[in-house]
C-alpha cells in the first residue's frame, strides 16, 4: 500500500507537492482504513479519490506512479540515445533545466520480510532533451522504523547495500547506461532481488496508456476474458447481478480477435457489443484490473473512475476494496474523478484535491488539511459550494 508520493518538476506540477496517506492516529477506525503490513499502529486508506477542476493535474499525479513504474521495470530497453518518455518537467522556461523530481513510499517485501520501501528518481532536463539522463536514483527499506541504503547512484557512480546482493566493483555495474534504470538493468543480467522487484510491480494495474500496450482497451479486456474464463464467470455473476435483464456475456472467436455477444432475459437473440451502454463497456473493461488487485494485493490506478459508470454502482465498487474477504491482501485504489457525489462515500483522509490557476502550476492538498473540514454534514455540498477549492471557474 502506498504511504507517500512527492514530486517536483513534472508534467503540471513545478513546486515540490506531496500527498501523504497516512491515516492521523486520531481519526476513528472505520472499514476504510486498514492497517500497513509494515508498519505497527500505522493505518493507510484502501481507495483514494483525486478531485479538481479539467487540467487542473489529477492525471498528472496517477502518471507519477505508473511513468515511476514502467522506468524501473522497462528503461532497459531504451535505446542509448532516445529520452525517459512520460517525465516531462513544467513546460515553462525557467523550469526546463531543472530536475525532474519522484518519491515514492509504500510497503513491499525485502528477503522475506514486510518492510516500508523508498523509491526516489531525478532525471535531468534540458530545451532539447527532457528526461534525458538519470542524476540520482535509490532505494531504501526501513525494516525497523530507520532507512537503510539498497542502492543508491548519483550519475553514473553506484553504491549498493550488502542485503542486495551485489558489490560496487561487479561488472554488470557498467550494463547501466545513464537512461536506463538500476534495477530493470540488473534484472536483464539476472540479478535475483532486482527481478523481485519488477515482478512485485506487476501488481500495479492502471487503464493510464504508456504502463504496459495492453492497458485501457476494451480489445484488449476481451483477450483477457477469452484466456481466463474464471474471470469472465465472475464478471456474468456481477452483470446479471448489477445489470437487470443481462443474463450473460459470451466470447467467442473472431478473425480479428475475440468478440462479445451479450443475451438478455426476454429477448430472441444476443446483442452486440456496440449495443450494450456506455456504462456497460467500461465496467468490463475495468473489472479484470479491479478484480486481479483485489486477489492478489497491490494498486489500482485508475483516471476518470466514473466516467460512464453509473453512480450507484461506484459504491458498490469501493465496498469490495473495504471487504476484508474479497479484499484479504490489503489492495488499495486510487483514482480520478469529477463526480462529486463520491465525495459522500470517502472520509477526509481518502479525498485529495488538485488546484491550478490560469498560468500557474499544480498545487496539491488534501481534505484532511482543510481547517475546520469535519466529516458532517455532506462534503459533496460543501465541494460544490466552493468551501473546499479545486473547483472549475466558469464564466
Known amino acids: 500500500m502506498l504511504h507517500r508520493i512527492a514530486l517536483e518538476n513534472f508534467f503540471s506540477i513545478a513546486d515540490r507537492q506531496e500527498l501523504d496517506f497516512k491515516v ?3 481519526a476513528p477506525d472505520l472499514i476504510c ?3 500497513s503490513k509494515s508498519t505497527v499502529g500505522l493505518r493507510l486508506p484502501l481507495v483514494v479519490g483525486i478531485y479538481g477542476a479539467n487540467a487542473s493535474g489529477k492525471s498528472t499525479l496517477l502518471r507519477a506512479i505508473t511513468s515511476t513504474a514502467a522506468f524501473v521495470q522497462s528503461s532497459f530497453f531504451l535505446q542509448p540515445d532516445k529520452p525517459i518518455p512520460f517525465l516531462n518537467p513544467f513546460a515553462r522556461s525557467d523550469w526546463m533545466k531543472r530536475p525532474t523530481k519522484i518519491v515514492i513510499d509504500a510497503d513491499g517485501q525485502f528477503h522475506g520480510a514486510a518492510a516500508v520501501f ?42 549498493f547495500g550488502r542485503e542486495f546482493g551485489i558489490t560496487d566493483s ?27 522487484f519488477i515482478s512485485s510491480l506487476r501488481l500495479l494495474q492502471t487503464n493510464i496508456a504508456g504502463l504496459d500496450k495492453n492497458n485501457g482497451q476494451l480489445s484488449n479486456a476481451l ?19 448489477l445489470d437487470l435483464g443481462l443474463e450473460e456475456m459470451q466470447i467467442l472467436p473472431a478473425s480479428q480477435g475475440p468478440v462479445a455477444m451479450f443475451k438478455h432475459f426476454g429477448l430472441d437473440s444476443s446483442i452486440v457489443l456496440g449495443q450494450e451502454s456506455a456504462g456497460t463497456r467500461k465496467f468490463i473493461e475495468i473489472f ?21 459508470i ?15 474477504q474479497r479484499n484479504p491482501n490489503g489492495a488499495q485504489l486510487l483514482f480520478t474523478a469529477h463526480n462529486p457525489a463520491i465525495l459522500d462515500e470517502l472520509q477526509k483522509e481518502q479525498v485529495f484535491f488538485s488546484d491550478k490557476p490560469s498560468g500557474k502550476s499544480t498545487h496539491i492538498y488534501g481534505a484532511r488539511e482543510i481547517k475546520g473540514l469535519r466529516r458532517e454534514p455532506s462534503m459533496m455540498k460543501k465541494y ?3 468551501e473546499l477549492g479545486a473547483v472549475p471557474h466558469i464564466g
Open 170 to 196: 561487479d561488472p554488470r555495474i557498467p550494463s547501466i547506461r545513464p537512461n536506463a534504470s538500476v534495477i530493470s538493468t540488473l534484472a536483464q543480467l539476472n540479478h535475483k532481488l532486482s527481478s523481485d
Open 384 to 386: 460544490l459550494a466552493g
Open 288 to 308: 479484470p484490473l479491479l478484480q486481479f488487485i483485489l486477489d492478489n494485493g497491490g494498486l489500482a490506478v485508475i483516471d476518470e473512475f466514473d466516467n460512464d
Open 310 to 324: 453509473h453512480p450507484q454502482l461506484i459504491p458498490e465498487i469501493l465496498r469490495w476494496f473495504y471487504d476484508k
Open 33 to 35: 482504513f486498514r492497517d
Open 223 to 241: 483477450s483477457f476474458y477469452a484466456q481466463h474464463s474464471d474471470y469472465l464467470q465472475r464478471l456474468n455473476r456481477e452483470l446479471s447481478r
Open 118 to 159: 523508498r523509491y526516489e528518481l531525478h532525471v535531468e532536463n534540458n530545451s532539447k532533451k527532457f528526461a534525458g539522463e538519470v542524476s540520482y536514483e535509490s532505494m531504501s527499506y526501513a525494516p525497523r522504523g530507520k532507512f537503510r541504503r539498497i542502492f543508491e547512484r548519483e550519475w553514473q557512480t553506484f553504491h
Open 24 to 26: 492521523p492516529a486520531n
